[in-house]
Every structure is written in C-alpha cells, then in structure tokens.
C-alpha cells in the first residue's frame, strides 16, 4: 500500500562540487591513459577556425571587424543547432562539476564523491582516485557533500578540485592525472564550493566556512614526467598549506551565512568576485595575498549559487532562485537590466560567458541563451514559407534535457508519490567551442533524491 505523501525535502545546494563509496559507475574503470588527438587536416569547423586564429592574434591587434562579427554570427546561431545525446553515467549521484580535458574526455565530480573521466564517444566512464589527508578527518559522520568544482589552469597542466575530504583542495597533473599536491588540515574547515585559478600555479577556493584561501604551487612539485610512488606502488603528493586566507565579512541581515558559494576571477582587472549565500558580492584585488576592496548587496538574494565573468564585457553574472544579475564594480549605477529566468522558481544552476552570449542552466532541465548586447533571451526561428527566410517566432529559444536515471528508492515513493518523470537540474555545463559541443549534467533538484543527468550536444 503506497505511504501518504509528507513534507518534501529541500532542494539541492549543489551547483556548480581514494576510497570513494558512491554507486558503482557504468563502463570500464582502470587507469586514465592519455589518448594522442589527431588533428584534423581539413575538416575543421568554422568556429574552430575563427578560435585558432583568435589564440594565435593573442597580444596583437586582435581580429579584424568582418571576422570578429562572423565568430559572433557563428556563436548566436549555434543553439537551436544543437541536438542531444545522453550519456549512461549507472547509478552515480547528482554531476556537479565538469571540464573538458581534450576534444573527447570530460572530467566530472558528483555528489556522492566521485572523480571519473567520461569519454563522450564510446560512453566509457575512468575513475580517478581521490587524494587523502594526512590524518583522520570524519570525527564523526557527516553528510554527504561530493564535488562541488572542477577548475582547470590556463595553460591546462594542472586540475584542481575536492579531495577524499571535501573540506581538501586536490590538485592533479595533466593529461595524465597523475596527483601533485593536497590542500588539507591547514585550510578549510568546511566544504570547498568553489575554486577559480589565478595564474598557471596560483588558485583559489572558497569555502562553507566563510572563507577563502589561496594556494600556490611550487614547480618542483610537478615538474617531473611521473608521479612518486611509495614502496606500495602507491602514489606520493605532497602537502601543502594556503598562503594567504580572508574571511567573508558578516553581514547584518544574515550574519551567519556567510558561506562562499563561487568564485569567479578577471584576469584583466587581476581581481577576484565571490559570491555568499547571505546574498552578497565581494571584490578583492589579486595578487600575493587578497586585498578586499568591496561588498555588494545583490538585488536578489534567493539561492545564489553561481558566478561567471567576462573579460571582454568587464562584467560579472550572478544566477540566483529566479533572475541573473550582471555586476560591473567600476559603473555606480548597473546598465544591464537582470534577466529573469521564469522557470518555475527551481532556479539558476549553472552559467558561462561565450562573447556576449551568456548560457544559463535551470532547475527545471532546461537550457536558455541570452544576448548581452540586445538584452534578451535569443529566440527560435519560425518555419520558412518557400519565398522567406526563416525569421524569429517570437518564443524564447530553449533546448530541453533528457530524463537522465533516477532511484525510484524509498524517498521517491514515501516523499513524491511515485512521479514518475523529475526534471533534473542543470548544475554545469561546459563548452568545448573548436569542436562546437556541449556538455551538460547534473540531477534531480530534491536533495533526497538519487539520480544524474549527462548530454553531449552538438
């Protein structure tokens, strides 16, 4: 006989975060080889041309007007051009965190505290050990946190995300993933939410505890070809320490929620923007240490859980409950009107910057596109009658995700009667723009819930 339907439980925090023991994932596990690309000799994308010669212009005068406004044709149009194809994760719990590592593979990290590469040709899911403190961490049991963030540095040597304890910054060497460093008893004594890199060997991670702490590297710790081993055969990396650590201010209307819930740096300006749950933005200047130089009341303060920055728009994006705000700290007064994302309150889970379009990745499964500069969502075309272009129709364009697998447990039929579809929540997204494909995972929003979501679209 079915249970009454009670109180359903809150939502996931998550957005985008060895002796792992979640679910066992579907596909080969074994060690990450790295795989040789080749490079395509002719058949190269149009995006992907425009990208090399903007990487190659680097420190020049940049791209002429003609090609810079193809590039941005090419980066409108692309959405309603992208169909899914879902990816089979098994029975692993919530994707919070996601990376392009090369044209195939994509690193992800879950909620139940599993690192794995995912290779989005064959569907063959690698898992990467998780690195240990040096001491004994769970004094008691705690709830499950998983990983929250997955960062790589500029010039894609080094990966950065949560340890074993989720409180630990882990730091791996690339392609291999060979392990290089942990972060652990002298840094956070909370969840790390988020981490944003400063330079090639310099990163920052923000923390539930209200705080944020910045790492450096030492070369020497990745600068030979292999990983040390112990007489075991097991991997040595070493320990370090933050070198420089600053506390979220209180605030009055929220004094004790002050947790970091992401990071997002301006190379550009050298500074670095984080977000707090008590619904503030915080400015530090980057160098060395953190210096402070403002907090920021955001205009809405509901579930606040993502940050993105474009350099060549100088403008910060904060996705909230409902709307993303856009924040340039140097204009007193905001230009840019927020954008509401109107999809049944589940909120802004995921964003990024790509020119002056900016993706936003909702609670309720789907995928928007917005235009900074004619401020507004882009549109889907209308059909073509055999003598007219297509034009807009008018609707808001919006790719809808696949159902993902969910855990018809025990919580599913006491809690939510049996539904049989949820709509999983976008937590990360990534682009990988030369080979014009998206990633998109996550889960379903009920923090209860088990389940994931995973898509290539191109």
Request: proline share 6%; glycine share 10%.
């Amino acid at each position: 006989m079915r249970s009454r339907k009670r109180k359903a439980p809150a939502i996931e925090a998550g957005a985008a975060s060895s002796s792992s023991q979640g679910s066992a994932a579907a596909g080969a596990e074994g060690p990450l080889l790295p795989k040789k690309q080749k490079r395509p000799a002719t058949r190269r994308s149009l995006v992907h041309y425009l990208k090399g010669r903007e990487v190659g212009a680097r420190g020049g005068a940049g791209l002429s007007g003609s090609e810079g406004e193809l590039r941005g044709y090419a980066v409108q149009k692309l959405p309603e051009l992208l169909r899914e194809r879902e990816l089979a994760l098994g029975t692993l719990n919530k994707v919070f965190a996601s990376q392009w590592l090369n044209a195939r593979q994509v690193v992800c990290g879950t909620k139940c505290n599993t690192l794995f590469v995912v290779d989005v040709h064959s569907g063959q899911i690698t898992r990467i050990p998780l690195l240990r403190d040096r001491g004994p961490w769970l004094a008691r049991a705690q709830p499950t946190c998983g990983i929250h963030a997955i960062e790589l540095n500029p010039s894609k040597t080094l990966l950065a995300t949560g340890g074993e304890n989720p409180n630990s910054l882990a730091v791996y060497q690339l392609p291999t993933l060979d392990p290089v460093c942990l972060g652990d008893r002298h840094g956070h004594k909370d969840w790390i939410f988020t981490i944003a890199w400063m330079s090639d060997t310099v990163a920052v991670s923000g923390s539930r505890d209200g705080t944020v702490a910045l790492w450096r590297m030492d070369p020497d710790m990745f600068s030979g070809s292999i990983a040390w081993h112990n007489d075991a055969g097991l991997p040595v990396y070493a320990h370090i320490r933050p070198r420089d650590t600053e506390t979220i201010p209180r605030s009055s209307t929220s004094p004790s929620n002050r947790k970091v819930r992401a990071l997002a740096f301006s190379g550009k300006n050298q500074e670095l923007g984080a977000v707090s749950l008590d619904g503030y933005f915080h400015l530090w200047k980057a160098r060395s240490t953190l210096s402070r130089l403002l907090s920021i009341r955001l205009p809405y303060c509901r579930e606040n859980v993502c940050l993105t920055y474009c350099d060549e728009l100088s403008l910060y994006a904060v996705g909230s409950q409902s709307h993303v705000s856009f924040l340039d700290p140097r204009q007193r007064q905001q230009n840019i009107r927020p954008l509401c994302s109107r999809e049944g309150g589940t909120g802004v889970r995921s964003l990024s910057f790509y020119q002056h379009i900016i993706t936003v990745g909702t609670g309720h499964g789907s995928l928007l596109f917005y235009d900074i500069r004619a401020q507004k969502f882009l549109e889907e075309r209308a059909s073509a009658s055999p003598d007219s272009s297509p034009g807009p129709s008018g609707r808001k364009l919006k790719l809808t995700c696949g159902r993902g697998w969910l855990n018809h447990d025990d919580l599913w039929v006491n809690y939510f009667g049996g539904i049989g579809e949820f709509p999983n929540a976008l937590y990360t997204h990534c682009y990988n723009w030369p080979e014009m494909k998206l990633f998109v995972a996550g889960g379903p929003l009920p923090s209860g819930l088990h389940g994931n979501y995973a898509g290539l679209w191109s």
